[in-house]
RNA sequence: GUGGCUAUAGCUCAGUUGGUUAGAGCAUCGGCUUGUGGUGCCGAGGGUCGCGGGUUCGAAUCCCGUUAGCCACCCCA
């Protein structure tokens, strides 16, 4: 009987498995670099607490069974439910903003194509306590940075930036109460992937005969790129009173998003694209989703605010602002790109080995060396030297340590540096002592 | 859930109108005197040609079915 992987769920090989702590690494080291603190969250989780958040149609999309307790069960499709549990548990003792991250793996019973499986590693990070627009503007810095720090440029990728409060405070003045307007977003959320007629016929069913000026004043709205346009067109909006004010207030957070997202350096990256709804009800004012520049390929990671999902999922109310970034994307724009190179790590010393007697100090020696921490390795089995020289090349050794009959009556091991080919004898007895500068500086040749 | 494409060695692929024992490169392993470098030379292992049926004297090749993979649509927290 031959087995096989399930379909979606990646093996990692070696140098994959490299790659991808690469890749792991860059980005912890991001999350650090802004100060957020890493968690971490069981990968199997009651059933009930994805509907709660999305709802039961969410269950075709889950690995759920029930355990042997009689619980239903499912393996995370994502953190954020487990997070803002853990958030509203202990909220009222966390000292704010509370900024958390996590790379972990998720899983989605999906058909797998390109850039998607049915199990991948997302980088999740999330501000909670802090409802200004501070708090968007450094995660989105942050955003540009993990994806920065591969080497993408603002020629590879952009964050398209949107606002769902924008949003309903244009269709409050389109006469849309709540109801209709989430209908609404949610055919905007698609408008980029449907064909005209199709729209229409869709508002239609919202909006009667008013269908087709509103989709013409929601695609002008969708072309906006600046902030002066989008500040006069939202000024323009026949609003009144309380609206008026909400929107003359929500310039200025957007005054201040953008503001911050400059002074943090990012500016380049963002793309002001109201066409980002992001289907999920939960979302209630920015969001966000960083795109591959040249169109093709799937987002690369998306967020938002999300204000009232801790609340919704029993704890008090609390503020939050979050993305995700998804590994399998994101890989296959490095590769396309070619900013991925192979991550194998290559030992510091290979042992050389003459004889039975040899093998004893090689083996002894090794021992010493790993327990002061460098990474030694030396043939299992004896071979000609010729050969092990040449392992000892493939496998990237930096130093050759040669134990041969000569070496070890003098009770000397011979060191070579592969870089620069010099050779030099070092009594066995003082390798504690010498292997530091050697690790630091190699071996030069010797000038008079 | 729907559709398209593909399937020959670990990987990338040849394989003529159907014709002996299915090949190459890379990779792996061994050898080229137990004292010196990745690309050199010699050699070896490794395939029920995805699987099942059919046509034929004869099938990797033609036909039918099936499975898997990839890609696109749907969906995408």
Same mark, same amino acid.
């Given at each position: @009987?031959?087995?096989?992987?399930?379909?979606?769920?990646?093996?990692?090989?070696?140098?994959?498995?490299?790659?991808?702590?690469?890749?792991?690494?860059?980005?912890?080291?991001?999350?650090?670099?802004f100060?957020?603190q890493?968690?971490?969250?069981?990968?199997?989780?009651?059933?009930?607490?994805?509907?709660?958040?999305?709802?039961?149609?969410?269950?075709?999309?889950?690995?759920?069974?029930?355990?042997?307790?009689?619980?239903?069960?499912?393996l995370?499709?994502? @953190?954020?439910?487990?997070? =803002?549990? &853990?958030?509203?548990?202990?909220?009222?003792?966390?000292? +704010?903003?509370?900024k958390?991250?996590?790379?972990?793996?998720?899983?989605?019973?999906?058909?797998?194509?390109?850039?998607?499986? +049915?199990?991948?590693?997302?980088?999740?990070?999330?501000?909670?306590?802090?409802?200004?627009?501070?708090?968007?503007?450094?995660?989105?810095?942050?955003? *540009?940075?993990?994806?920065r /720090?591969?080497?993408?440029?603002?020629?590879?990728?952009?964050?398209? &930036?949107? %606002?769902?409060?924008?949003? #309903?405070? @244009?269709? =409050?003045?389109?006469? &849309?109460?709540?109801?209709?307007?989430?209908?609404?977003?949610?055919?905007?959320d698609?408008?980029? +992937?449907?064909?005209?007629?199709?729209?229409?016929?869709?508002?239609?069913?919202? #909006?009667? %005969?008013?269908?087709?000026?509103?989709?013409?004043?929601?695609?002008?709205a969708?072309?906006?790129?600046?902030?002066? /346009?989008?500040?006069?067109?939202? &000024?323009?909006?026949?609003?009144?009173?309380? #609206?008026?004010?909400?929107?003359?207030?929500?310039?200025? %957070?957007?005054?201040?998003?953008?503001?911050?997202?400059?002074?943090?350096?990012?500016?380049?990256?963002?793309?002001?694209?109201?066409?980002? *709804?992001?289907?999920?009800?939960?979302?209630?004012?920015?969001?966000?989703?960083?795109?591959?520049? $040249?169109?093709?390929?799937?987002?690369?990671?998306?967020?938002?605010?999300?204000?009232?999902?801790?609340?919704?999922?029993g704890?008090p !109310?609390?503020? =939050? *602002?979050?993305?995700?970034?998804?590994?399998?994307?994101?890989?296959?724009?490095?590769?396309?790109?070619?900013?991925?190179?192979?991550y194998?790590?290559?030992?510091?010393?290979? =042992?050389?080995?003459?004889?039975?007697?040899?093998?004893?100090?090689?083996?002894?020696?090794a021992?010493?060396?790993? $327990?002061?921490?460098?990474?030694?390795?030396?043939?299992?089995?004896?071979?000609?030297?010729?050969?092990?020289?040449?392992?000892?090349?493939?496998?990237?050794?930096?130093?050759?340590?040669?134990?041969?009959?000569?070496?070890? !009556?003098?009770?000397?091991?011979?060191?070579?540096?592969?870089?620069?080919?010099?050779?030099?004898?070092?009594?066995?007895?003082?390798?504690?002592?010498?292997?530091?500068?050697? *690790?630091?500086?190699?071996?030069?040749?010797?000038?008079?």
């Amino acid at each position: @009987m031959q087995f096989q992987s399930l379909p979606g769920f990646r093996e990692f090989y070696p140098d994959a498995c490299a790659r991808r702590n690469h890749i792991f690494g860059q980005w912890k080291q991001v999350a650090r670099a802004f100060n957020f603190q890493e968690y971490d969250a069981p990968v199997l989780e009651p059933l009930e607490l994805y509907i709660e958040k999305s709802g039961e149609e969410i269950v075709g999309q889950l690995f759920n069974f029930e355990d042997r307790g009689g619980r239903t069960v499912a393996l995370r499709p994502e @953190m954020t439910p487990s997070l =803002a549990r &853990l958030i509203g548990a202990k909220a009222n003792s966390l000292k +704010r903003p509370i900024k958390w991250f996590n790379i972990g793996e998720h899983y989605r019973y999906e058909k797998p194509q390109k850039g998607r499986l +049915r199990a991948f590693y997302q980088f999740n990070v999330d501000i909670f306590g802090e409802s200004g627009p501070a708090a968007d503007a450094e995660l989105i810095a942050l955003l *540009v940075q993990a994806l920065r /720090t591969f080497g993408l440029d603002s020629k590879d990728f952009k964050v398209r &930036l949107s %606002d769902r409060d924008l949003w #309903l405070l @244009m269709l =409050a003045a389109e006469g &849309l109460d709540e109801a209709g307007s989430a209908t609404v977003l949610g055919i905007i959320d698609k408008l980029e +992937r449907t064909e005209r007629p199709k729209a229409i016929e869709q508002l239609y069913k919202v #909006l009667g %005969d008013g269908a087709e000026g509103f989709l013409g004043r929601v695609e002008q709205a969708i072309a906006i790129r600046d902030f002066d /346009t989008l500040s006069e067109f939202i &000024l323009s909006l026949p609003l009144e009173g309380d #609206l008026a004010t909400q929107a003359k207030q929500r310039l200025k %957070d957007w005054h201040a998003l953008l503001g911050g997202i400059k002074s943090a350096g990012a500016a380049d990256f963002i793309q002001i694209d109201l066409g980002i *709804v992001r289907g999920l009800a939960y979302y209630t004012g920015f969001v966000f989703e960083a795109f591959e520049a $040249s169109g093709e390929g799937r987002a690369l990671a998306g967020g938002g605010r999300y204000d009232a999902l801790v609340n919704k999922l029993g704890g008090p !109310e609390m503020p =939050a *602002v979050g993305f995700a970034m998804g590994d399998v994307t994101l890989v296959d724009l490095l590769e396309s790109k070619k900013l991925l190179s192979t991550y194998v790590e290559s030992p510091d010393f290979i =042992a050389i080995i003459g004889g039975a007697e040899a093998r004893d100090a090689a083996m002894s020696d090794a021992a010493l060396l790993r $327990s002061m921490g460098y990474r030694v390795d030396y043939p299992l089995k004896d071979q000609g030297f010729g050969k092990q020289f040449k392992d000892a090349n493939q496998k990237g050794a930096r130093f050759a340590l040669i134990y041969g009959s000569e070496e070890i !009556e003098k009770g000397v091991v011979k060191v070579r540096d592969f870089a620069s080919g010099v050779e030099q004898e070092f009594l066995r007895n003082q390798l504690v002592e010498l292997t530091p500068e050697l *690790v630091s500086n190699g071996l030069q040749e010797c000038r008079p």
